[in-house]
């Protein structure tokens, strides 16, 4: 069915009425006509102009009311996945791999990282990517698309420094929700980067828990260590708890989820990069979605629907008579 970005204009419809109550054709007088046989030719012509210039005011309410149809989805098949990219935005990532101090031509690990996922992105030509930040809290920034012009520039607008701290709980959180309503084909792969980690309370790691299931998800999680800090990997002291050693406590509890999952360590942009590739190497399965489809504007036609009745009014008004002839 068609429709209208701005409906109100279609109250200007009553306008196309009002050629049938006045015709604004120049009348000539003459004293009787009745003698005359009726002129069939005379009334067809009539109510042509009329209807010409009800037409005319009507399609050009519809023009101006943004008429347009949105077209149906067309289905795709193809190897791939439905990605979501959950991308750190707290203050650290502007930092280098070597520390806090980086040189000034040295690359930030939110710049190697913006700079590794917009190729993963570009050679993956099948896969839907969202992308979410995170820092003290979540934002959405691209739901699943496959619009990789607009993942692109989402993911290139992380490599600026961000502010705050890691609340990776509502970040994860959000970026499950994204997988809500959408057809369950291919693989479901959440792709977590970040350089560190947050402790996750009871109450949300039963929701993280039940969202990986229900959306049958499974994670990957990138984790940009500088080389003398913590691994999520490491065994931490005995007297250590979640707050001195968070990677750790994360990982155990990503590994028990239920649902597959790896983890990457990446101290340096070659790191990231293998990381980044072997991800695409694993995430290849069939795939089936909806390709969203341009509408199709109306709006054109319905000017030219106008134009030519318009056209059709002035030649007949050049052709009236002001005073019958003898």
């Known amino acids: 069915m068609p429709e209208f970005d701005q409906p109100l204009w279609l109250l200007a419809l009553l306008l196309a009425l009002l050629p049938w109550w006045r015709h604004g054709q120049q009348r000539v007088d003459w004293a009787d006509l009745r003698a005359l046989p009726p002129d069939r030719l005379s009334r067809a012509v009539d109510g042509a ?15 101006l009311a943004g008429v347009h149809r949105q077209a149906a989805p067309v289905e795709r098949s193809g190897t791939g996945a439905h990605i979501v990219v ?4 707290s203050a650290s990532m502007a930092d280098g791999f070597a520390g806090s101090r980086r040189q000034a031509d040295e690359e930030s690990k ?33 739901g699943l698309s496959g619009d990789h012009d607009a993942v ?20 994860l959180t959000m970026a499950l929700e994204s997988f809500r309503d959408q057809p369950r084909s291919g693989s479901r792969v959440l792709l977590l980067v970040s350089d560190g980690a947050a402790s996750i309370d009871a109450r949300a790691q039963v929701t993280i828990r039940r969202l990986f299931q229900e959306h049958q998800a499974q994670l990957y999680w990138i984790y940009l260590r500088t080389p003398n800090g913590n691994s999520p990997t490491r065994l931490p002291t005995p007297d250590a708890g979640a707050d001195v050693a968070p990677e750790y406590y994360l990982d155990r509890f990503f590994s028990d989820l239920g649902s597959p999952y790896r983890l990457y360590e ?5 790191a990231l990069a ?11 399965q069939p795939l089936r979605y909806l390709q969203p489809q341009p509408r199709r504007e109306l709006a054109r036609g319905f000017d030219a629907l106008a134009l030519a009745c318009v056209l059709l009014l002035l030649a007949a008004r050049l052709l009236e008579q002001p005073r019958w002839r003898r």
């Open 110 to 142: 939110g710049e190697a990282a913006a700079r590794l996922l917009d190729a993963f992105v570009s050679q993956r030509l099948r896969d839907l990517f969202g992308v979410v930040f995170f820092s003290t809290a979540p934002m959405r920034v691209l």
């Open 49 to 63: 102009l009329r209807a010409s210039a009800s037409l005319a005011l009507a399609a050009a309410a519809f023009s």
């Open 86 to 89: 959950l991308l750190d935005r």
């Open 152 to 171: 692109r520039a989402a993911i290139a607008s992380s490599a600026a420094p961000g502010i705050g701290l890691t609340n990776i709980s509502a970040g």
């Open 266 to 270: 990446a101290d340096n942009p070659r």
């Open 274 to 284: 293998h990381a980044i590739e072997d991800v695409s190497r694993l995430q290849n």
